[in-house]
């Protein structure tokens, strides 16, 4: 049996990571589980070295140790982020020696396969690059403005039925209870001096009859067709009423994915495309660490296998 552990660093209460530690536990694969920015430091304890060919040493969790320069794959799913304790400096200083310590080692581990690699994952979240890329790559996108300009926005918004949704997904918080931001429709007349105060994602309304959202895990793309009730324009606001089902993905949109994720050096995507009459799928955008438990079940999507196989062997199966 190989004993090479997979790292898994998550939040502490993290449903879609907890299905596949079960996984690799069943496959009787050694698994560290942590939280850099709850756990480090405190609870985990790091001792890195160089050493030709990489850092070696040791990361613990209480009673469990990894062997760094052994670590087969390590899987970055939505860790805490480093936080000052106070608004000290040196509570400042310290973030960014833990961010820059640790998060620096576990990023450079010689032979680890990153699903997927932090600053890969960070690299792409940024939409303009998602956006030009997909087109660069041959997808359908619709016609998109960035602006902080309220004429503008008011000009685009005026030319066709037209949406406005963030350029980030972090949460928003209202009443003390986080709260996302959903597309929304949006005309010229509702355009006000409020768009100078950041810049503004305004796009084409695609007149679509679902949603697709899209899984690439390393080299395999699984599919679930999302139908929402009539006149939903973001179907994450409707997860009751929401109907699913397989579907296969096209050929040259499978290609089109495979060579995004490869562009981005990523080893999973969640993407979400609109599909109108036609079957045309429309790219909407790129979720490089996106949500997928719950399409496992919905759609009978075997995600959290496929997540296993590739952390198991350290690469991705052809």
């Given at each position: 049996m190989d004993g090479r552990p997979v790292l898994v660093s998550t939040g502490h209460e993290d449903p879609t990571a907890d299905l596949v530690i079960a996984e690799l536990n069943r496959r009787r694969v050694p698994v560290l589980r942590f939280d850099p920015g709850r756990d480090f430091p405190g609870a985990a304890v790091l001792a890195a070295r160089t050493r030709q060919g990489g850092w070696s040493g040791t990361l613990s969790m209480g009673s469990r140790t990894a062997e760094l320069h052994a670590v087969r794959a390590l899987y970055h799913r939505r860790p805490s982020m480093f936080e000052p304790a106070d608004e000290g400096q040196d509570a400042r200083f310290a973030v960014q020696e833990n961010r820059r310590g640790l998060g620096g080692v576990l990023g450079a581990l010689p032979g680890c396969l990153y699903l997927s690699h932090p600053q890969a994952i960070a690299r792409?979240?940024?939409?303009?690059a998602q956006l030009a890329t997909a087109l660069g790559l041959g997808l359908l996108v619709p016609e998109t403005l960035i602006t902080n300009d309220p004429a503008q926005a008011e000009e685009f918004c005026d030319q066709w039925p037209a949406i406005y949704k963030p350029l980030h997904a972090g949460a928003y918080w209202v009443n003390g209870e986080p709260a996302g931001i959903w597309a929304a429709r949006v005309g010229p007349g509702e355009i006000d001096d409020a768009v100078e105060r950041s810049a503004h994602l305004f796009q084409a309304a695609v007149p679509k009859?679902?949603?697709?959202?899209?899984?690439?895990?390393?080299?395999?793309?699984?599919c679930a067709r999302i139908t929402?009730?009539?006149?939903?324009?973001?179907?994450?606001?409707?997860?009751?009423?929401?109907?699913?089902?397989?579907?296969?993905?096209?050929?040259?949109?499978?290609?089109?994915?495979?060579?995004?994720?490869?562009?981005?050096?990523?080893?999973?995507?969640?993407f979400d495309f609109a599909v109108t009459a036609d079957g045309a799928w429309w790219f909407l955008e790129c979720n490089p660490n996106g949500q997928w438990a719950w399409l496992e079940e919905a759609a009978g999507l075997p995600i959290t296998a496929a997540i296993a196989d590739v952390l198991e062997n350290g690469e991705c199966p052809t």
């Open positions: 792409a979240e940024y939409k303009p009859v679902a949603d697709v959202r899209a899984v690439v895990v390393g080299n395999q793309t699984f929402a009730p009539p006149g939903v324009l973001d179907w994450r606001a409707e997860y009751r009423d929401l109907r699913y089902e397989p579907t296969d993905c096209p050929t040259d949109v499978r290609s089109a994915l495979a060579a995004f994720v490869q562009d981005f050096g990523l080893k999973f995507g969640a």
